[in-house]
């Protein structure tokens, strides 16, 4: 049983035969604590093939002894994942609704909690369902109700680097585990709580009172039929509830104050429900304990799987709520009852008359009873052989798993003896840290070669194909190009402004006047020979200018 991790990416990385495990996922709790040689992030995911286990690591814990250091790894499981997620309303609408079938159902509500990138549905129960969720609830418990009212249960499985979910049938385990295979608590209740008072809206007198009552085979009803000492009441607050609400929540409130019988279950190894008699349930499914000393039958629903990985092997435990209970002498034919004590039944074979059963044992029973004894004689030689030869497999393995310890720990220090000495010129900077060498290459600068920022590259994809290889052109009555000032008859001022001359006696007056000469008039603007003038003095008949431009 590997342990498959991924990057943060969720792309596979590494796979582990050794790791520890303790994981718990449905009511109360959806985490794991992981242990295993792989350097793990936050962000990065692990599962086994072909079971609901795995999640996302959210925390790294490590602790020091003695100058080694242990990583232990936290996170939500695939269940607490969903978990995570809130299922909200529309905006304006009181609840959130969907229908269809439940493969679409499942796709909605994975695609609207943003979780379609890492789980998959696959087509299960074509049974089509319209369901209101209960107002901002997880998506775990809401799918799970959902389900549930339908007859299935959710099922996560990762295989083939990816999680999948679907929605088969919920399992009745029925008889299966028995006091004679395998270890289980169960604790009957014989007196739970068989009259609820319900209170709702209002005050005092004016308050709104619901009365449920269970009578001695555990129907409902506002019918009081268990009275006197074997009465047992309580009192359930909903101080906003009107009649309505009252009804439906005060049912429901009694049928869990009734289910206070328990079973725990206590399974090694997980195998699937077949002919070996193994058993692998699931949250959802149902299962009945039975001691056959005392008769004790326990139906419960398995609220809780705990999944505990040591060395890569797994003990499975379960924990369940209980759904009826029962205290019985034998089953099947008819019998008779008091109200104090047992019903007694006549099984087949078996005759009752005043109390007292009589047994009819035939040929044909001898026959069966003969040949289930060789079977069992038959399996147990089988099962010996088997064990046996599964220890000579084992200690093949065993000498299998030290030569490729050994073989590893060359390669490791081969590998050491051979990164002596890491070298590099800049741009590129190399250091190392034991067994672990980081590569940095700087960005480049005006002055320094490196790596080309986003921002540079994005320029520079800017720049149209050949654009460094115009060449302006010579202006003309046709065509938009550059001027040649020739400082006479075009002339080019501070501020860029060009200044033409459009005649000979203009192009003398500016040739006789070169920038910076000084030019003495009566009257007039020498700006109007062309050129930039600036007036400088007035004097008595006349003005003093001088050519800027």
Not at 247 to 267: A, F, P
Request: charged share 20%; aromatic share 6%.
């Amino acid at each position: 049983m590997d342990l498959i991790v991924t990057d943060t990416n969720g792309t596979p990385s590494g796979s582990y035969a050794s790791w520890t495990l303790d994981l718990a996922y449905g009511s109360g709790e959806n985490d794991f604590e992981l242990q295993c040689p792989a350097r793990l992030k936050p962000g990065c995911r692990w599962w086994v093939d072909g079971t609901g286990w795995g999640g996302i690591v959210d925390d790294v814990k490590t602790s020091v002894t003695g100058g080694e250091g242990e990583l232990t790894y936290h996170g939500r499981d695939w269940h607490g994942l969903l978990a995570s997620k809130i299922l909200e309303p529309d905006k304006g609408k009181d609840y959130l609704t969907v229908s269809g079938t439940i493969g679409t159902l499942l796709r909605t509500v994975i695609s609207r909690i943003g979780l379609q990138d890492i789980i998959t549905v696959t087509e299960g129960a074509s049974k089509n369902a319209n369901w209101r969720f209960d107002r901002y609830c997880d998506a775990w418990s809401g799918l799970s109700k959902m389900l549930r009212a339908s007859g299935l249960r959710l099922r996560i499985t990762a295989a083939q680097n990816g999680v999948t979910v679907d929605a088969p049938p919920i399992t009745a385990a029925g008889d299966l585990i028995d006091s004679d295979l395998i270890d289980f608590d169960a604790t009957l209740a014989s007196h739970p709580i068989n009259h609820l008072i319900c209170l709702g809206k209002g005050e005092l007198k004016d308050r709104i009172v619901v009365h449920w009552y269970a009578d001695q085979k555990g129907t409902l009803s506002h019918t009081q039929t268990i009275k006197g000492a074997d009465e047992r009441a309580s009192v359930y607050e909903l101080s906003n509830a009107d009649a309505a609400e009252l009804e439906t929540k005060g049912k429901t409130k009694l049928q869990e104050l009734r289910d206070t019988g328990s079973i725990d279950v206590d399974v090694t190894g997980g195998i699937d429900l077949d002919v070996t008699g193994g058993i692998d349930l699931d949250v959802g499914d149902t299962v009945t304990g039975r001691d056959n000393t005392t008769g004790i039958r326990v139906t419960a629903e398995i609220t809780k799987k705990i999944i505990k990985v040591k060395d890569g092997i797994p003990t499975v435990t379960y924990e369940a709520t209980t759904a009826s209970t029962e205290s019985t002498g034998e089953t099947g034919g008819g019998g008779s009852s008091s109200g104090d004590g047992h019903a007694y039944y006549a099984g087949s074979g078996l005759t009752l008359s005043n109390w007292t059963f009589s047994a009819d044992v035939t040929a044909a029973d001898l026959e069966t009873v003969r040949r289930t004894a060789t079977e069992a004689n038959k399996a147990a030689s089988d099962a010996a052989a088997e064990i046996g030869g599964a220890r000579d497999l084992a200690k093949q393995a065993g000498v299998k798993a030290d030569t490729a310890t050994t073989t590893a720990q060359n390669a490791l220090a081969a590998a050491q003896a051979r990164i002596l000495d890491i070298t590099a010129s800049a741009p590129v900077t190399v250091t190392r840290n034991d067994e672990t060498a980081a590569i940095t290459v700087a960005q480049a600068t005006s002055s320094a070669d490196g790596l080309m920022a986003a921002a540079d590259k994005k320029k520079l994809d800017g720049i149209q194909s050949a654009a460094n290889k115009y060449t302006l052109p010579v202006a003309s009555t046709a065509t938009l190009g550059g001027v040649k000032p020739d400082g006479r008859t075009i002339t080019v001022g501070p501020d860029g402004t060009i200044t033409a001359q459009s005649s000979a006696t203009e192009a003398s007056f500016l040739a006789a006047h070169p920038i910076g000469s000084l030019y003495w008039c009566v009257a007039g603007n020498p700006n109007d020979h062309g050129g930039t003038w600036k007036e400088i003095h007035t004097i008595i008949g006349g003005h003093v200018w001088q050519r800027l431009a």
